[in-house]
């Protein structure tokens, strides 16, 4: 945990917290006060100002981000806004919503070690706290493997690890789990419950996935339009918040004629295969879901139906209704895809590089 910071009641105080992007109030107004020991839930619907309240914990916002800040904000007997950024992250921990962008060593060893080394720790506490971090997030096993070729989930939870290697007193995860399969995103909750339970660590994480969180959770905490709306035991609060829902029978399509297969398709990285003899068809007017284990293959077999990555053995072949030019495809973290500076221009680009701009 924080060396210089003992146990306080509360760890986290916020009092009219504002914050004001340019043309934008992303926070109005916000108080909360967060108990040591404590297991909270931020959740709401896109733009509420959940990740901003998360930067503003961490003084990501405002030494970091750019924005106009009013009220007290006050984690573990810290100042996140004044205080150096390194000494805050001895303390605050934050896994951001993309892991990637917090990624940027060789190796899952250096990347969980970097914390603890840029803290002037012996080697051997820097050992323990990387072997603990990995076992407490089930990355033991991916210790030498390139940060770079690892799945999205992969690299959620060495993310994870590479904060919990700091030992901060508050933990704060933007959504931690949205990259996880069933069993990656379990043991990652319970690895948040045992810090809680057996190391006093305060963990808020922000979610739209809740249902998991519930049974963990002492309070669920309600953001809609910058302001907090409801705040309470985590159940009774959401009753409150989200309509009904009625639950319907999807609707069974009539199948359609063939538009692309993959024939025992072989695919892979640096000559290891990730896909082995896959043989898939997808059909005309298909609805199809890939699932699968963190590290499966999906990725890469999206890569390879998009003509992104070539196999290594087998083929694809392309019916006669069917075209690889009329492939679209969204990568998992939409940034790596976004190359200019406006929308509009963005969206432009496609057409434009296709000869069509003049057909707008």
Same mark, same amino acid.
């Given at each position: ?32 006060? #967060? ?22 914990? #961490? ?37 951001? !919503?993309?892991?990637?962008? !917090? ?35 089930? $990355? ?14 992969? !690299?959620?939870?060495? @993310? ?99 538009? #692309? ?5 072989? @695919? ?9 003899? $896959? ?47 009329? #492939? ?11 190359? $200019? ?20």
């Amino acid at each position: 945990m924080g060396t210089d910071v003992g146990p306080l009641n509360p760890v986290v105080e916020v009092r009219d917290l504002r914050v004001r992007y340019p043309g934008v109030e992303a926070l109005e107004g916000i108080d909360l006060s #967060v108990d040591s020991g404590s297991f909270v839930l931020i959740g709401g619907p896109s733009g509420g100002g959940k990740s901003t309240l998360a930067h503003a914990l #961490v003084g990501l916002i405002p030494q970091m981000f750019p924005a106009e800040v009013g009220g007290h904000v006050r984690v573990a007997g810290l100042d996140p806004w004044r205080e150096p950024i390194a000494r805050v992250a001895s303390h605050v921990g934050l896994v951001l !919503q993309n892991p990637a962008t !917090q990624l940027f060593n060789g190796t899952v060893e250096e990347e969980v070690a970097f914390g603890p080394r840029n803290l002037g720790l012996p080697p051997e506490e820097v050992a323990a706290r990387v072997a603990y971090a990995l076992e407490a997030t089930g $990355c033991d096993r991916l210790l030498h493997r390139s940060v770079r070729h690892l799945s999205g989930g992969e !690299q959620q939870r060495v @993310a994870i690890a590479a904060v919990l290697a700091m030992r901060p007193s508050v933990l704060v995860l933007d959504e931690p789990t949205a990259n996880l399969d069933e069993e990656g995103a379990q043991a990652v909750i319970r690895t948040l419950d045992g810090l809680r339970r057996r190391h006093g660590v305060t963990v808020i994480v922000i979610e739209h996935r809740l249902e998991k969180f519930l049974p963990y959770a002492d309070r669920l905490v309600w953001l809609d339009g910058g302001r907090v709306v409801a705040d309470g035991p985590p159940a009774e609060t959401l009753t409150r918040v989200l309509p009904p829902h009625e639950p319907r029978r999807a609707e069974r399509r009539r199948a359609e004629a063939p538009l #692309v297969s993959l024939e025992g398709v072989t @695919a892979g990285y640096d000559g290891r295969a990730v896909l082995s003899d $896959c043989s898939l068809t997808l059909h005309k007017g298909e609805f199809a879901a890939l699932v699968g284990p963190n590290g499966a293959g999906k990725t890469t077999l999206a890569r390879v139906l998009a003509g992104l990555l070539r196999p290594q053995k087998g083929r694809v072949v392309w019916h006669a209704n069917g075209r690889r030019a009329q #492939v679209g495809f969204l990568q998992q973290n939409a940034l790596h895809q976004l190359v $200019c500076d406006t929308v509009e221009e963005e969206v432009l680009l496609g057409p434009r590089n296709l000869g069509l701009l003049d057909a707008l």
